[in-house]
């Protein structure tokens, strides 16, 4: 049978093109049943307060920094979303007198303006500018990493491609989006030759960092997170990175506090993954092949998918 045809955006590919069966299963899913989906190679893991579910996120950065050395560098690749565990890693490499000499830093994507450019820091929503102010140029300069050790993602992907090479990356971490990304790879168009079908997730996983168009789903989530609801201010495009560079991570660690992708969005992803059910119209589920996958959940932020009249 062909696929459905998307209930948010005709021209797209996304989670509502699959079949009802699997959407209604997750959405059945209690969190009982989400803490069974752990197995070899995907983990499902609960805080039960905020303060404990950013710190442990925070941690994953300083645990990656403690193993670089001079002759082994070692790197994370963090995520605009969530943001509130940068300022405590900010503190807690001040309070361990960790140097960051040898550490390295991937930023996951960045928004692209309509000259074909990266933004700069000088837009409000600037995920370079985000990352410096709320972590990096809060750390005491004698610990600092080295600036040639930041990468953030431009429009020409070719150094940050390039940076990936000779530096291993102990952990990419990520957020999950209403439209079940990690980072910026969202759903293709519904044209050309994915007009009938998505790409295979063997296709789409050959991408790598790339300069996307976004979904009009990430465009709304972002206006409404980041911006008020004016979506007139989120540029319509991004560079992001791709799952070429998410395989080159040891692992990858997903954080959901309930604050970006909703109940089903939480549920449905997990299942997916544990599941082994790849479909590109879903990129998170894409991860079901990675070989160390992790879901963080915030306990409070599981929500409910019963039906509540407002």
């Known amino acids: 049978m062909p696929r459905k045809i998307s209930r948010i955006a005709p021209d797209w590919w996304d989670y509502t093109t699959l079949d009802n069966a699997l959407i209604n299963d997750a959405a059945k899913l209690t969190e009982k049943d989400l803490g069974q989906l752990s197995r070899e190679g995907f983990q499902v893991r609960f805080y039960d ?16 920094w403690r193993q670089a050395t001079a002759d082994t560098p070692v790197g994370i690749c963090g995520p605009i979303g969530p943001t509130e565990q940068l300022p405590l890693v900010a503190r807690l490499v001040n309070e361990l007198g960790l140097s960051l000499a040898n550490a390295h830093f991937w930023g996951m994507d960045e928004w692209v303006g309509e000259d074909g450019k990266e933004v700069s820091m000088e837009h409000p929503l600037s995920f370079e500018k985000a990352d410096r ?28 491609v390039a940076s990936w090479d000779g530096v291993r990356c102990a952990v990419m971490q990520g957020g999950q989006g209403d439209i079940k990304h990690w980072a910026f790879n969202d759903p293709l168009k519904r044209e050309g030759a994915y007009a009938d079908e998505p790409p295979s997730p063997e296709e789409y996983r050959k991408l790598g960092t790339r300069v996307v168009e976004l979904h009009p789903v990430t465009l709304a989530q972002n206006a409404r997170t980041s911006g008020g609801g004016n979506i007139t201010m989120v540029p319509p495009r991004a560079v992001t990175v791709g799952p070429v560079e998410t395989w080159k991570a040891e692992k990858v660690s997903i954080w959901q506090a309930g604050t970006h992708d909703n109940p089903l969005g939480q549920r449905l992803t997990a299942l997916m993954i544990s599941k082994g059910l790849a479909d590109s119209s879903v990129p998170m589920s894409l991860l079901a092949d990675h070989p160390n996958v992790q879901f963080n959940y915030f306990r409070g932020g599981l929500g409910s998918c019963d039906v509540e009249m407002h």
Do not use: G, Q, W
């Open 49 to 64: 307060t905020l303060e404990d579910f950013y710190l442990a996120e925070a941690l994953e950065y300083i645990a990656a």
């Open 133 to 160: 102010e709320m972590c990096f140029d809060r750390i005491n300069p004698e610990l600092a990493i080295p600036e040639a050790n930041l990468h953030f993602p431009k429009a020409d992907v070719s150094e940050y």
